[in-house]
Each structure stands twice: as C-alpha cells, then as structure tokens.
C-alpha cells in the first residue's frame, strides 16, 4: 500500500490551527508518527480531509509538506498495524456508544415513555451511529476483528428503535 508522510511546522501560538489540524488528521484516520508528523492511506476517502488539515495549516501560517512513499514491507506492516489498532479502538468506542443507546431505548421502553418527541430523539441518536458507523468503515481499509461486532450492534439498536417506535404509535391509536 501507498502511503503519504505529513508533516508540517506552525508556530506556537496557532495553537487554534494545531489543534484543528490534529482533529482533521484523527478524523481521517491518520496515523501519529511523531509530534507534527502523520501518516495517511493514499486514496480519495483521506484525500479531502487531507486537503482540509493543509488548508488549516497554511491558514495558521505554518508550512506543510506531504510526501508520497512507498514503505518498506516492514515499515507498511507496522503502519497497517498501527492504522488497525487505532480502527480498533474508534469501534471499540463505538460500541460503548451503541451499549447506551440501547440502554436509553429500553429505559425508556421499561417507563413506558412512547412519546413522539422521545421517539425523535431515539431516532437521532441511532443516525447519528449509522453516521459514524459509516464514517469507521470507509477508513478501516485492514478489515478490524471488531467491525462485524460493531455492524452487529448498530442492527440491534435499531430493532430496539423499531420496537420502540411500534410501541409508541400504538400509544397514539389509543390516546
């Protein structure tokens, strides 16, 4: 696999514009080599957020570079490892997430709560992890063990948002 090298320098007092371009970078799925320096999967998923943290950079003042490389086997099976981990640990997160929203629903669902404004609240957050559940799997391009997990905890929740959602129209049909 192809890699790009980022790196950039800013002053210290940008720190507004290193800190936007730190997230911009983690956004993508960007890996920390050191301070100041990342690397990132070539293609078109990173290719814009990449942009963006340039853009951020030059905006701050500061001097970007981004280098094409082409790693040694070793050093792109310890990038591959490094990309995995954090892929790993952004669905581990995401099914902690999912493990609230379904706690939320059946709280709800146990109060008897079948109210439409609760209802659209349930249904926002369970968009929101299907935004974020989407947003993992354009970048997690080695296939993490916990993504099948992850999809699997994104279709519970929304049977339960299913569930909850029948309860709370059949609650309406007999107010």
Known sequence: MNWRVFTYRMAADQSRHRVGVWREL???GAVSLQQGTWAIPQGKVFDEGLQR??????RGGGRPLVLDVVPSENADTTLQQLFGADREDEWSEFCAECDKCEAELQSEIDKKKFTHAELDEE????ERLRRW????EAKDLFGSPSAMRAGQRLKECGELLDRFAEQVFEAGERD
């Open 53 to 58: 943290a340039l853009e951020l950079v030059e």
């Open 123 to 126: 249904e926002h957050n369970v």
């Open 133 to 136: 559940h989407r947003e993992i």
């Open 26 to 28: 983690r956004r993508i």
